[in-house]
């Protein structure tokens, strides 16, 4: 019933059937975000397509393992060699130390996510938690001889790569192209080369993050954390890789160069890339100033300018947001989000995501009516043709509109059931009913946030509420009402879960 499974290949700009290394398990990468402020709903597209991509694989009884990291270190300004590393300055900025820097929008990254109802990764390893795999893959790349030290800092010489490999082999770009096309950059007198990029960086003494290694203080440039962890945990050849689009010319590039000068061999078989969320056509970016936080779209309102956290559950609220006419659910958000292929772009506007709202709320309607509706000796649809269409489109490069477009037309036949124009069998509305939660619930990660369904039978933004009541409690050591809320909750089917990172809480049922 399944069928074969098509990736779009960014390599090889086409869809290839998939075909794992070592089946049935697959390695899968996907470059986290870089924990210096809060996740914004353009990086939050990107794990979100990633997540139906994992759940997919998933479900096709693939053992999956899951890498998403997260960037804590040696990611600068600039995205390349130049300006400050983002952590350190916001650290400076903030008058924190990075750590705490790090921990605190690593804890709303994490809400967030699990707002959105994504799954969480298999291994989520942080840059400075493998400073010494990465200080060994530097030491391997100078006796490749493609890597070379200078002031205290290492290298990779582009150039001298380039004449036996092709360095622009995922960009399709060519070195002269890309030599034109490149700024002289910080640190240039210590380059051979104007495309030559940091392994490692040596620290300025203004620098708080830095570590010892071989060429003195300092720290790991942003690309290898990527080819040093995905090695580790995945091995030298994986199967997939992915991240947003404006990862190919630079860090991906860059990552492959790496692993190529290291292992001799190609890092991954199959690279997939989201395209950009946009506002009014322009890609929506923490140094543009036109992002969209999380909590701004749950309430509609604009963070306050002196809210210490964003983090939806701490963020304090100010005014009206100028692009929003109200709040919508995270389930609204996620269903805007996948209701657009990822490798297309992705406009955002107040319209699209009321448009959504309709949609899925008919779609969660038509769910809450399949356990009501009649059957009969007769179908007059064809609901295994249904399915096969729903699997076509996932297997058709992870197609998730059409399979949502698939999804209206089971809610057609669900309301025509329903009024008594169309009839259907016991055994088909069992598959019906199996098509809806596999591919709403199952695949899509889609939660009935009204009734329960297979998710939540309380709405996100109502137990943020009501946890935030109950470590108010605690926090006031009014512990007699905090275990009432905990108690309550229970009664009601919540199970809280106290953590170092936080509360959280799962629906059981
Ligand atoms: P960063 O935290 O900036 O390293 O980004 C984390 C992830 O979000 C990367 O995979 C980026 O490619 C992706 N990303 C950043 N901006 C956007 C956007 N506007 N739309 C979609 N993905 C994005
Ligand atoms: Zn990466």
Partial sequence: MQ?????????????????????????????????????????????????IIYRYLDHLGYKVRYVRNITDAGHLEGDSDIGEDKISKKARLEQMEPMEIVQKYTVGFHEVMNMFNLLPPSIEPTATGHISEQIEMVKEIIASGFGYESNGSVYFDVEKFSRENNYGVISGRTLDDQLENTRDLDGQDEKRGRLDFALWIAAKPEHIMRWPSPWGWGFPGWHLECSAMSTK?????????????????????????????????????????????????????????????PVELFTGRQLAKDSPLATPSQAILGDKHPLLEKGFSPMTVRFFVLQTHYSST????????????????????????????????????????????????????????????????????????????????????????????????????????????????????????????????????????????????????????????????????
């Fill in 233 to 293: 945990y995945l091995g030298q050849t994986f199967d997939i890789h992915g991240g947003g689009m404006d990862l190919i010319p630079t860090h991906h590039t860059n990552e492959i160069a790496q692993s190529v000068a290291c292992n001799h061999a190609p890092p991954v078989n199959y690279w997939i890339h989201t395209n950009m969320l946009t506002v009014n056509g322009v890609k929506m970016s923490k140094s543009l100033d036109n992002w969209i936080l």
């Fill in 346 to 509: 992705l406009d955002f506007s107040n319209s699209a995501l009321t448009a959504s709202e309709k949609g899925f709320q008919r779609l969660m309607n038509a769910i809450n009516l399949l356990d009501k509706l009649k059957t009969s000796d007769k179908t007059t649809s064809d609901i295994a043709a249904l399915e096969k269409s729903c699997y076509a489109a996932m297997n058709d490069d992870f197609n998730s509109p059409v399979v949502i477009a698939q999804l209206f037309e089971g809610t057609r036949i669900v309301n025509s059931v329903n009024d008594g124009h169309e009839t259907i069998t016991a055994a088909d509305l069992a598959l019906l009913k199996k098509i809806f939660h596999t591919f709403t619930y199952e695949i899509l990660g889609l939660k009935n946030e009204s009734t329960g369904g297979s998710g939540n039978a309380l709405p996100e933004s109502l137990m943020q509420l009501i946890l935030r009541m109950r470590a108010d409690a605690r926090t006031k050591k009014d512990f007699s009402m905090s275990d009432l809320i905990r108690d309550e909750l229970a009664k009601a089917g919540v199970e809280v879960k106290d953590g170092k990172e936080g509360t959280s809480w799962i629906y059981k049922g």
């Fill in 3 to 51: 069928g074969e499974l098509h990736i779009h290949n960014t390599l090889s700009r086409k869809k290839e059937i998939f075909k794992p290394i070592n089946p049935p398990y697959v390695g899968l990468y996907v470059c986290g975000p870089t924990v210096y402020s809060d996740v914004h709903l353009g990086n939050c597209r990107t794990f979100i397509s990633f997540d």
